[in-house]
């Protein structure tokens, strides 16, 4: 089996789905229900041992040691913020560094997922577009941070549940997208991780070609997009990739997705002072989003280092909220979370300031 996640003969079978996993343990020798043992073990008790998949024999054990990897994935800080959210560093097999947030919010918790190391979009106001694109991240690398963040969980605070999932962390999705899809594939899966689809948002830039076929698939995820503005002259300058997808194309292939009966599409308009914060953006804002079943998203910029941008002020952002709804606009503001740590929207770029790093071997509980 060829595959770009190959690394060093050995296949990471976290980037596998139950067919590839049959066929892998065929080859094996192995009769193929071998497989869906495997694959449960894998996707759904997000094994980290070979040792305690205990139902399944020593030899195809010990093959599938010398064959295998079980996720490529360390965690190697983890950071928690005054309100409760946890920044999660990941390393990868080639020493990458991704991150990855858990947010909780009463009953909800939602974990924050990198598709990406880096991003090449270049949006003026992210953190994370400083560093470049590295590279995609491969299925396995997108699910295994779940699994990581499972166990983490299962550790610190035992039966809290991970309830909700955004792509939202580094990277853009839907320039991933073949892995992206794979790893929803995977995580929805009943016998796997068996997360609801109506539960997982995928947010976007706005590539234009990718949402037309993401509405085409059967895995059917919430999707947010990342407005930002509400005219091309601002979001040409702010988001180059609107000068490819400009805003009546982009609009017009939201209107075009065949979204499923009361669901929303979610657009985030990062707010920033003087740039796209006035009452006319409001006023064309809310004409541009006429009659789209949306809900949108306000989030105050969040300052990193090097960008030339401020949080417009309370008041500002307070009007700007009444404006929209006058208007007609749910409108949401979204309160920073985890910016103690730079764990917020757009601080994701491998900073680790704020609150002490802990190094996870030598948290309490842990010999
Ligand atoms: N590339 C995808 C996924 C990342 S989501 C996308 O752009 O949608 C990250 C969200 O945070 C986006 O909505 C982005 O517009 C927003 N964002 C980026 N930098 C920010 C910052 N410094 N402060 C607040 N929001 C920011």
Redesign the pocket.
């Known amino acids: 089996m060829v595959a770009p996640w190959v690394v060093d003969d050995r296949i990471d079978l976290r980037t596998l789905d139950l067919a590839e996993t049959e066929a892998f343990v065929r080859a094996l020798g192995q009769p193929a229900y071998r497989g869906e043992q495997l694959w449960r073990w894998v996707h759904g008790a997000g094994a980290r041992t070979w040792d305690e998949m205990s139902n399944l024999p020593k030899a195809l054990r010990e093959a599938l040691a010398d064959q295998a990897e079980l996720g490529t994935l360390t965690v190697d800080q983890v950071q928690t913020s005054r309100d409760g959210t946890r920044k999660l560093r990941l390393t990868t097999r080639d020493g990458r560094a991704i991150e990855s947030v858990l947010i909780p919010d009463g009953e909800k918790l939602t974990q924050c997922i990198s598709s990406q190391v880096g991003?090449a979009?270049d949006?003026q106001?992210?953190?994370?577009a400083k560093l470049g694109l590295a590279r995609h991240l491969d299925p396995g690398e997108i699910v295994d941070q779940v699994y990581r963040a499972r166990a983490l969980l299962a550790e610190v605070e035992p039966g809290r549940r991970i309830t909700n999932l955004v792509?939202?962390?580094m990277?853009?999705?839907l320039h991933n997208y073949d892995n992206v899809i794979k790893s929803l594939r995977l995580l929805t899966h009943e016998l796997g991780a068996n997360l609801s689809q109506r539960r997982i948002t995928v947010?976007?830039?706005g590539l234009v070609p990718a949402i037309e076929k993401l509405g085409r698939e059967d895995v059917r995820p919430n999707l947010?997009?990342?407005l930002?503005a509400s005219c091309d002259e601002v979001r040409d300058q702010i988001m180059p990739v609107n000068r490819k997808y400009d805003i009546a194309r982009l609009l017009g292939a939201i209107r075009a997705y065949p979204l499923e009966r009361r669901r929303r599409v979610t657009f985030?308009y990062?707010l920033l002072a003087g740039v796209n914060d006035t009452m006319d953006d409001a006023a064309r804002l809310a004409r541009l989003l006429g009659g789209i079943p949306c809900k949108l998203n306000l989030?105050?910029?969040?300052?990193?280092p090097e960008?030339p941008y401020q949080r417009p002020s309370p008041e500002a952002i307070e009007a700007f909220q009444n404006q929209v709804k006058r208007l007609g606009l749910p409108a949401y503001l979204r309160t920073p979370r985890g910016d103690d740590i730079d764990a917020?929207?757009?601080?994701l770029a491998n900073r680790a300031q704020g609150a002490p790093v802990v190094p996870l071997r030598r948290r309490a509980g842990r010999a």
Do not use: D, K, R
């Open positions: 991003c979009l949006c106001f992210c953190a994370t792509y939202m962390g990277g853009e999705p947010s976007t830039v947010a997009v990342s930002n985030e990062v989030i105050p910029w969040n300052p990193h960008a917020a929207c757009g601080q």
